[in-house]
């Protein structure tokens, strides 16, 4: 029998978002799938921009791996497997929450 995961829900982000995603089964960490990208050296850079998830890296830019240091290589390297990674099912605002309420009420 297999066990479907809790939502996790994630850090607020800089708008105030409170984020909810179903981990897949096999949700490595960020640790975890940089070492796949033989990017593990990298991986307190990400902490420090605030990498979470393995999904959080579909939302880094590319400013942020060139003030990171990251050389040409290594950043097609991220690019092309975070485009693989899978999305963030929904994003809820707190404020939009709270409009929806008021609008039924």
């Known amino acids: 029998m297999s066990m479907v995961p809790a939502p996790q829900v994630l850090p607020p982000d800089e708008a105030g978002a409170v984020v909810a995603a179903h981990a897949p089964l096999d949700n ?22 605030g990498t979470y998830t393995v999904q959080d890296f579909a939302e ?14 290594q ?19 707190a404020e939009d929450t709270v409009k929806e309420l008021q609008a039924r009420v």
């Open 28 to 49: 490595p960490s960020p640790f975890e799938w940089l070492v796949g990208q033989r990017l593990e050296k990298w991986n307190d850079s990400f902490e420090s921009l």
């Open 60 to 73: 880094v830019l590319e400013e942020d791996l060139n003030t990171m240091g990251m050389p040409a290589l």
């Open 75 to 93: 950043k097609r390297r991220f690019f092309a497997a975070a485009d693989k990674v899978p999305k963030i099912e929904k994003v809820v605002r």
